[in-house]
């Protein structure tokens, strides 16, 4: 017997910002655009092309006679191209299997700029600083960017820590760099702390059921009662964006139909989109820090099931039902949207499963109205959004609303009712027709 813990393989991303002079930065968004506008091109083939001349190797053909034939198409870089065709092809996969709506145009300005590198040994990393790196992209060069995190580059790497990839996305704030990182790390000892009942509350943001709730010191509310859009923001952020928004609109006033904005319009509109992304950076990194600390804290996490693209959607309703209410609901739904449960979950995910611990989905239905104490759920109980008092005259336990859903949720996962298997230590996806070992 060896003394030596099991491995176990970790792929995650590492996101970097990059250091670009302007001159960079034009070749590339210009990339970025050439990448658009091949996925664009790649739709209308597709589309227009008889189901049974489709195929990928008929794809990468049209794309290659595309290089050659237009020269604007030829400053993406040709592995970039056929990332672009590898991402379209998984993009109707997701469709099929009823993952995704069918693929559609990119827009110029609504689709995020992206380029990929699909291959690692194309970046040559090198640590250069304390705080920089250099890494080499494809028709830009050496670039400088922010090392935050150690990487297995140089003599570190081999043939199970290495760099797979990367993506340069851009925001508001400038083109970064998310590389794909491969390790192999001892596998954790399983997790002998606490359960946890989590829930995603409108005004506790993450209320835990043993009452230790997790907060950002930013209402979620304004004074009159709806929802803060904007609370990543300070007082002066606000105002500036307050501003903003305004000459965006006094601007946009002078431009006639099918009239291209103005390069006026345009920078205010990236001034605002800058501070927005300000205030998501701030959002993720409070989650990042709140995540680590309940990984670290607990073995067994519970969350609800949610489906907030459903809940968001159907406040609005459709065209021919109109949804009643939509604009309170809308608040409300703003406020989960902005508190990112999603994000919240996926991170929650990965991050017990490298501590050793668990975590469980348990169905959502009537945890907010149920009473915790009683398992009774009376009309009206639910007194306002923060406070619920349960109506059952031998109860009568009163407390924080989201306090109760998170109770109650850590109750459904000790009673058996779990809705999805354990998605942090060990996801095995199986082969669709092969059988399980112990039906033998
Ligand atoms: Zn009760």
Same mark, same amino acid.
């Given at each position: 017997m060896t003394t030596e813990r099991a491995e176990v393989k970790r792929q995650f991303g590492h996101r970097a910002r990059l250091a670009l002079t302007p001159a960079q930065a034009r070749l590339m968004d210009g990339q970025a655009h050439a990448a658009r506008t091949m996925w664009n091109c790649l739709h209308d083939w597709w589309t227009m092309l008889p189901k049974g001349k489709r195929s990928l190797a008929a794809a990468d053909a049209a794309i290659r006679q595309a290089r050659q034939e237009i020269d @604007?198409? *030829?400053?993406?870089?040709a592995q970039a191209g056929q990332a672009v065709l590898k991402t379209y092809v998984q993009a109707w996969r997701n469709c099929w299997e009823g993952r995704a709506d069918a693929p559609n145009f990119k827009a110029r300005l609504r689709t995020v700029m992206s380029v990929d590198i699909?291959? *690692?040994?194309?970046?040559n990393i090198a640590r250069v600083h304390r705080r920089w790196g250099m890494v080499n992209i494809p028709k830009v060069g050496r670039v400088r960017f922010r090392w935050t995190k150690d990487l297995?580059?140089?003599?570190?790497?081999n043939r199970e820590n290495r760099i797979t990839g990367a993506r340069l996305v851009k925001d508001g704030l400038g083109w970064h760099i998310a590389f794909r990182v491969q390790t192999l790390e001892s596998k954790p000892e399983p997790h002998t702390g606490p359960e946890i009942g989590i829930d995603a509350g409108v005004n506790l943001p993450l209320a835990l059921s043993d009452g230790n709730h997790q907060g950002? *010191?930013?209402? =979620?509310?304004?004074p009159d009662g709806t929802?803060?859009?904007?609370? @990543?923001?300070?007082p002066d952020e606000k105002a500036k964006l307050l501003r903003l928004e305004q000459r965006a609109a006094h601007r946009k006033s002078f431009r006639k139909p099918k009239e291209r904005s103005s390069n006026r319009l345009n920078r205010t509109y990236d001034q605002s989109k800058q501070l927005r992304a300000k205030a998501t950076r701030r959002a993720v990194d409070w989650q990042h820090q709140t995540t680590t600390n309940l990984a670290r804290t607990y073995g067994t996490v519970v969350v609800e099931q949610l489906n907030i693209t459903n809940m968001v959607k159907s406040a609005k309703g459709t065209i021919e039902e109109p949804g009643t209410n939509v604009a309170q609901k809308s608040g409300l739904n703003r406020s989960i949207s902005q508190e990112a449960w999603g994000r919240t979950v996926t991170m929650l995910t990965y991050k017990t499963g490298r501590c050793g611990g668990t975590l469980h989905k348990v169905p959502a239905p009537g945890t907010s109205l149920r009473?915790? =104490?009683?398992g009774l759920t009376t009309a009206g109980?639910?007194?306002?959004?923060a406070t619920f008092v349960c109506k059952n005259p031998d109860c009568g336990w009163f407390g924080n609303a989201d306090w109760n859903a998170a109770r109650n949720i850590l109750h459904l996962y000790r009673i058996g009712?779990?809705?999805?298997? =354990?998605? *942090?230590r060990a996801v095995v996806r199986r082969a669709r027709r092969a059988k399980p070992a112990t039906a033998r």
């Open positions: @604007w198409l *030829g400053v993406l870089p699909p291959q *690692g040994r194309d970046l297995p580059v140089g003599k570190l790497a950002h *010191g930013r209402p =979620a509310r304004l929802a803060d859009r904007d609370k @990543w923001l300070n009473c915790s =104490a009683c109980s639910r007194e306002d959004q009712l779990v809705a999805i298997p =354990a998605a *942090g």
